[in-house]
């Protein structure tokens, strides 16, 4: 393995596989190339949002993302009926911060739990999320493919628990168990200025404890944690979930500093402040320590399974490409 054999020599660089360099190379700016690259073409991020109509889903995003990027913010009037069945709706937004463009995709579910009988009513969930696996497969199994592939995967799903205090709904274990093998579910209780702190961790705790008997694994899944390092990090935030946030795109004064929060009678609750609710908590996690690792287990583990699946039913790849009308009926 060692390239370079013999003593060190003063002033070079020792490297871990035992071989020693003689100076400097350069390997190391293999990371600043990529970012080049990356900063050049930009990212996908797709993020959906499940939860029964009022518990804040869009104002939660658009907090996330400091900007207007719900559908609700894209000319939905507040009145509007609640839709009869489930309507998926795609809103995308270009963001762009410090010279990085993501390309961030909401999918938005109205409808959701909303029903008399919401039986089945992940299906619709169900299809929308692998027919976007399948175009992706698609376009890979093509004799001339894109160099870049439109990714419209759904990247992780942000499901919305009531704030009841009580335990969760039979819809939240279904919906979660059905999902949970083919999306990062992220759980996360909604409007959680409703509870006291003790209410909030009795209720976590009770949230927790029911996902682990009805045997749903959310994102990030124990088994793919890559290292101890990786374990460390990821079993204090699985101890921490689901995280009870507040959304809110208002803005206050509070001792001279501008705050997100949202005004009661009694006073303000800052969104951004984390002894009053665990939206920073959700944010640092979601987008500045774990986006790409979501990414990565779409891509790796969630759609690999589902492109496994096909091409086995399929016998292979022929038909895929060449006769589009046998779409997936999974």
């Not at 409808?111 to 692998?130: L, R, T, V």
Request: a neutral charge.
């Amino acid at each position: 393995m060692g390239l370079v054999h013999g003593h060190a020599h003063s002033g070079s660089l020792s490297s871990g596989g035992g071989s020693t360099l003689l100076g400097y190379i350069g390997i190391d700016t293999i990371i600043e190339q990529m970012r080049k690259k990356t900063m050049k073409t930009g990212f996908d991020f797709n993020i959906m949002v499940v939860g029964h109509s009022g518990l804040g889903k869009s104002t939660l995003v658009n907090t996330l993302f400091k900007s207007q990027v719900s559908r609700r913010s894209a000319g939905w009037a507040r009145d509007e009926k609640i839709p009869k069945t489930i309507e998926i709706k795609a809103v995308s937004h270009v963001l762009e911060e410090g010279g990085v463009k993501m390309k961030l995709t909401v999918v938005d579910t109205p409808g959701f739990g909303d029903q008399i009988n919401n039986d089945n009513c992940w299906e619709p969930i169900s299809k929308y999320i692998n027919e976007q696996y399948e175009k992706f497969l698609k376009e890979e199994v093509n004799i001339t493919r894109k160099k870049r592939i439109p990714d419209t995967r759904v990247h992780c799903c942000l499901y919305f628990i009531s704030p009841t205090g009580h335990s969760l709904r039979q819809l939240d274990v279904e919906f979660m168990k059905r999902l949970s093998h083919s999306v990062n579910i992220i759980p996360v209780i909604a409007k959680s200025d409703t509870m006291t702190i003790e209410e909030r961790q009795e209720f976590k705790q009770r949230v927790r404890k029911e996902l682990e008997m009805g045997g749903i694994e959310f994102y990030p899944q124990k088994e793919f944690d890559e290292d101890m390092e990786d374990k460390s990090d990821n079993d204090k935030i699985r101890e921490a979930m689901p995280f009870a946030v507040v959304g809110s795109d208002k803005e206050y004064q509070v001792n001279g500093k501008r705050v997100l929060g949202r005004k009661t009678a009694w006073g303000i609750v800052e969104v951004e402040n984390p002894n009053h609710c665990e939206f920073a908590l959700l944010r640092d996690f979601l987008i500045r320590s774990h986006l790409q690792d979501l990414k990565e287990v779409t891509h790796n583990i969630h759609y690999e399974t589902y492109r496994a699946k096909r091409l086995n039913e399929n016998g292979g790849l022929h038909p895929i490409s060449t006769n589009d009308t046998q779409e997936s009926n999974l």
